[in-house]
């Protein structure tokens, strides 16, 4: 029992610390104190390094999904619906989803890891006895990249992921591009589009949050730098799942 009692107070005491750690982010971000050469950087060792990756993955979820569409709406003479199947479920859900969990598994491990490095190799240390603070110098230009990078990805994944289906379409379901073109542009509304978009939002800041955090507390030299970052990663994933789930309801119960 007195274990159980150590163990939630450990939790809660970890919670509040990484709140009190956000609160600094955005304090210092609130006041101007940003980086914007930091930021740049960060920008593209987290998006260029990045669109490979997201790329691929993009166009074979596209393909695939087009491909299973066009088993299953074909039984059913609907073959011609393809195209909104392909646009709707990536940009409402898919893009963002995937992108997210690709993002976080690659950007955010080497933010952790970064970070963690440096914190215990005290170089974060070193940062505070020359008077820099090194939320401001380290993660607020992390924290903010996220921010910029995870759209810009999510909207590269969304028509890679839609051009996927283009080639299953026309290749193998003998479907005139024009047609499918027309029927993707119809179908994607303002608030189809933007129910996914904001989504990304909410993600960008919970992977930063996360990953920048276990960075910045990460204790026990090398091995300690693993354990982390690992550890940040699949609280990244676990967040951005249920986040989805919330969000979703939300947006499903307001718009529709």
């Given amino acids: 029992m007195n274990d159980v009692i150590r163990r939630s107070v450990h939790y809660l005491a970890a919670v509040g ?40 993955t993009s166009l074979a979820s596209g393909v695939v999904l087009a491909l299973q569409g066009y088993v299953a709406l074909t039984r059913f003479g609907a073959k011609d619906a393809i195209a909104p199947l392909v646009a709707l479920s990536l940009v409402r859900e898919m893009s963002p989803v995937f992108t997210a969990l690709i993002f976080s598994g690659k950007a955010g491990a080497r933010i952790t890891a970064e ?5 215990v190799s005290d170089q974060m240390l070193a940062t505070r006895t020359m008077g820099v603070d090194p939320v401001e110098f380290l993660v607020v230009p992390r924290l903010l990249a996220c921010l910029i990078v995870l759209p810009i990805l999510t909207l590269i994944s969304e028509l890679i992921g839609i051009a ?39 993600f960008a800041v919970l992977i930063g949050w996360i990953c920048c955090y276990q960075g910045f507390v990460t204790n026990g030299g090398s091995l300690g730098v693993g354990k982390f970052t690992t550890k940040a990663v699949a609280y990244s994933y676990i967040f951005v799942i249920i986040s989805n789930t919330i969000l979703t309801k939300i947006i499903l119960t307001f718009w529709g």
């Fill in 17 to 56: 610390d990484s709140l009190y750690f956000l609160g600094s982010v955005f304090g210092h971000i609130v006041r101007g104190r940003v980086r914007f050469v930091e930021v740049v950087k960060q920008v593209y060792e987290q998006g260029v390094q990045s669109i490979s990756i997201i790329a691929l």
């Fill in 115 to 119: 970070l963690g490095t440096m914190n």
């Fill in 164 to 202: 996927g289906g283009y080639l299953v379409a026309v290749y193998e379901a003998n479907i005139p591009g024009v047609f499918y073109l027309n029927q993707t542009l119809k179908v994607i509304h303002y608030v189809d589009f933007f129910s996914g978009f904001i989504k990304v939002f909410f």
